[in-house]
């Protein structure tokens, strides 16, 4: 491969000729900026340069388990904006399940929690939801299931939900991963997938939490990885094959979109 061919003409011709059939995408809170959900790093819109009203030892801390054990009020407060409702999914959602549809996609690969992908219409199947999600909730101390409506109750009020076991009374958090807890088995059960990928597309994430940062090594050497993001991150770039589409991401996939002659197709889709 030449430095000219690392262009997103370039992809788009090895998915034309059918070189590209098993396509994995890593996506996080970049690819959900523009539907109005702030993203955690980015300077000033970020989530975590905007919790200073939260008097936290440091942003993270909001998604710490260990801090959360002792003060589970600032997530509580902050979990209202974070819950899934009231967002369109963006058109890079819809180009992932526009891949799908056209049995494209291998496996997408999420750190998001928004549950937008889903409701672009990709299968849950499809889907690996490395942070877990909003969509189940339970004690941090027994792990008894706690109820949807009684969670949403609480995310409303703002205030904190406590296990309904007798003898218990532990804290429930909805069942999203936060850093000190182990990813889902669903993560580590297919984490070997980019190994098998002919293509890997990596979008609006910065790359920097471990073990999701880890899964673009995975891809085989001379399987091409894209990244459209808007900052160069995770090394992506150090590989011959590697192609990197810095800017916004609706408009990388737009491009790229257009390059395969699907983005009439994919404009119609998103615009349902
Ligand atoms: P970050 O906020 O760390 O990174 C978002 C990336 O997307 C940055 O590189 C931005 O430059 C880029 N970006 C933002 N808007 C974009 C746009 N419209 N087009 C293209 N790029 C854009 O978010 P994540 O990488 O998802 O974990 O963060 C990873 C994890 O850290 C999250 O899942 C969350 C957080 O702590 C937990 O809460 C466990």
Redo the contacts with the bound molecule.
Sequence with gaps: QTLESRTLEAVAKLIKDGRASQIVVM?????S??AGIP????PDT???ANLARLNLPQA?AV?EISYFRNNPLPFYTLAQELYPGNYRPTI?HSFINLLHNKGLLLKLFT???DCLEREAGLPGEMIVE??GSFARQSCIECKCPYPHDLMQKAIREKSVPHCLQDSCNGLVKPE????GEQLPTQFFMNKALPAEADLCII???????QP?ASLPQFCSEGVPRVL????Q?GGIGSRTDDVLVL??????VRKLAEACGWLEELEEMWAK
């Design positions: 996506t996080g809170a970049g690819i900026t523009s993203d955690f790093r980015s970020g989530l975590y993270e998604f890079t750190q998001n929690i490395a942070h999203i991963v936060f850093f979008m609006g994430t910065s790359l920097s939490v999701f459209i993001n808007q900052e991150v800017g916004d991401c609706d408009d990388g």
